[in-house]
């Protein structure tokens, strides 16, 4: 099995009806405009950007839904204001400018001044009449719920982390989705950063161990490298390098559980890497704890782009699959990455 690696920015075929959609909605946040968020069959809610949201977006949130705002934070707005993850949920009124902070105009201005990083907890009254929720740090590259979307919407249109969300229906506003905004991150950031590298013989041969750190949860990945990898000096028809990604698996690696074969594909890996003189074990660590079986689970986007990205760190282009070797998810025959 061969798979192409094409381009600087990795991702599968297909992203570009969503990176339009993206662009459209974040058009419309700029503007001070509500826009939908879905949640596939769950349904979903308005978000609007909280610094820009006008009088009229927000009668329009409320009119349409129970007439509840919350405000989406992200961790590090959060953090300033005091609203931790261990603690009751909370609500807040700002205190200039506002009366019983139950009108929509009282609720708007605090929805505003908690977009405003000249506030502090001391500006606002606790609890009050806007809700407040706390996004995950990392957005939904960590965490696929609407507080997280919302926040990551409004950062990527170049606002603050801090959303106003309604839950409603559809109402026909320009509409996205939470796998869209993953699928554009994704896309669009460098998920890893390389760290150091040190050579480590093996019974197969002399790796190099090189070193990469998460730009989002700090965990820490391994490319185990074997010859010449680099391939951005070789022509289209050079022979592809043998590549197998393996997801951490502490039961099956270290201590050779006879539950799973994760230490038997991981030593068969690095023995065929081992004869044929040339090849790349990427192993993936992850900050959630070891993934069962040694394989990234299905559907396992942000795993399959870290992935990549460490390949093309590291100059392959083009890669095949030690034999019974599973891809990471996302990785098909002649599959092409842009």
């Known amino acids: 099995m061969t798979v192409e690696l094409d381009g600087t920015c990795l991702r599968p075929e297909g992203l570009a009806g969503g990176s339009r959609a993206i662009e459209t909605v974040l058009t419309e946040l700029r503007r001070g405009r509500a826009v939908y968020l879905r949640d596939g069959e769950r349904g979903g809610c308005f978000v609007a950007a909280a610094r820009e949201i006008t009088a009229t977006t927000a009668e329009l949130m409320s009119r349409s839904t129970t007439g509840m705002l919350c405000v989406a934070l992200s961790a590090e707005r959060a953090g300033e204001l005091g609203v931790h993850p261990s603690a009751a ?6 205190k200039a400018g506002t009366t019983s902070g139950m009108s929509l105009g009282d609720r708007v201005r605090t929805v505003r001044a ?131 990604v393996h997801v951490e698996c502490l039961t099956g690696d ?18 065929q890497v081992g004869a044929a003189g040339r090849g790349v074990v990427v192993y993936l660590r992850s900050s959630e704890g070891p993934a069962p079986h040694g394989e990234a689970p299905a559907g396992d986007r942000l795993g399959t782009v870290v992935s990549s990205q460490i390949l093309r760190d590291l100059g392959v282009s083009r890669t095949e699959l030690p034999t019974d070797g599973v891809p990471p998810a996302g990785f098909a025959p002649h599959h092409s990455f842009r």
């Not at 949920?89 to 700002?94: I, L, R």
């Not at 050779?256 to 023995?271: H, I, N, P, T, V």
């Open 114 to 244: 908690l977009a405003d990083p000249a506030t502090g907890a001391a500006d606002f009254s606790w609890p009050g009449h806007v809700f407040l929720l706390r996004a995950h740090s990392g957005g939904v590259l960590r965490r696929a719920g609407s507080a997280e979307a919302a926040v990551d919407l409004c950062r990527l249109a170049g606002l603050p982390g801090v959303a106003a969300l309604a839950d409603a229906a559809d109402a026909g506003l320009v509409s996205v989705t939470h796998d869209d905004v993953l699928d554009h991150r994704l896309a669009a950031e460098q998920l890893v950063r390389r760290e150091a590298a040190a050579r480590i013989p093996t019974e197969h041969g002399q790796f190099t161990a090189v070193g990469y750190r998460s730009l989002i949860d700090d965990s820490e990945h391994v490319a185990l490298v074997l010859g010449d990898v680099d391939q951005r000096a070789e022509s289209a028809t050079a022979a592809p390098v043998l590549t197998h």
């Open 89 to 94: 949920p909370a609500s807040a009124d700002v």
């Open 254 to 271: 270290v201590f050779g559980s006879a539950r799973c074969d994760c230490s038997r594909r991981l030593r068969q890996a690095m023995a």
